[in-house]
């Protein structure tokens, strides 16, 4: 496999699609995704647009319906939810279809919607995420990240190094790094794979959202590691389900 990691969805190349993708929000949307999912969710569907999201939702039967939805961290106004993986609980989401939109990981996901494969990762889901990657053995994997509003971002690549390492590691030579913007990836998952939390409080986001008020939780949640085995995979454009 030939990986690369590109920072966010501005950097990913246009005119061409992956075999596979993977994109990438640590704070906070692939966390819920993949803690919804792992929770009973039926489906997790993704909108970089606000509008959209509330079209498509409307002819959803309203008890089969969540509606998440965040902008600069905080939950939009008149929908059920914002974008927590602590608040995507089994009795809340189990059996309903999620309509999310997010500041960061929606766009992402939007530009490598015609992807072959499309998965999402968070650091809870990396390894199923990696041992699905190393069964189907694409020829070429992007890893996107989401950033802050067109921005690097610190947890992002953190999630990306630590996802390159264990794939480097479980498999053979013919797997390997084809930019630098991964190669960068992986010695921060090396510096900081010992202490993730900190990381994320570390990131420019994760004081944001210590400014927003206590998320403790939040951080233990999006930093907890190789604790689920689901991978949110795309079976229909913008639509995830539990893989």
Request: hydrophobic residues 40%.
């Amino acid at each position: 496999m030939k990986l690369a990691y590109f920072h966010v969805a501005a950097d990913v190349p246009q005119g061409s699609r992956p075999e596979a993708a993977v994109v990438i929000d640590v704070l906070r949307a692939t966390t819920t995704i993949a803690w919804a999912l792992n929770n009973g969710a039926e489906a997790v569907q993704t909108f970089s647009d606000v509008d959209e999201l509330r079209r498509a939702a409307s002819k959803w039967p309203k008890s089969l319906r969540l509606l998440l939805g965040e902008r600069g961290g905080q939950q939009l106004e008149g929908f059920d939810l914002g974008n927590s993986p602590v608040s995507v609980i089994p009795n809340l989401v189990s059996k309903k279809r999620l309509f999310m939109s997010t500041t960061n990981g929606t766009r992402s996901l939007e530009r490598v919607r015609d992807s072959a494969s499309l998965f999402t990762m968070a650091l809870p889901n990396r390894r199923a995420v990696a041992e699905r990657l190393l069964q189907d053995q694409p020829r070429e994997v992007w890893i996107v990240g989401s950033g802050w509003e067109g921005s690097y971002s610190l947890e992002d690549s953190l999630a990306a190094g630590a996802l390159a390492a264990l794939l480097l590691e479980n498999s053979s030579a013919s797997n390997y790094v084809v930019n630098d913007e991964l190669n960068a990836a992986i010695a921060l998952w090396k510096t900081w794979k010992d202490d993730i939390e900190a990381c994320l409080r570390l990131a420019s986001h994760g004081q944001r959202l210590v400014g927003l008020g206590n998320h403790d939780l939040d951080f233990e949640c999006c930093s907890g590691l190789d604790q689920l085995s689901v991978v949110p995979t795309q079976k229909e454009p913008g639509v995830l389900y539990a893989g």
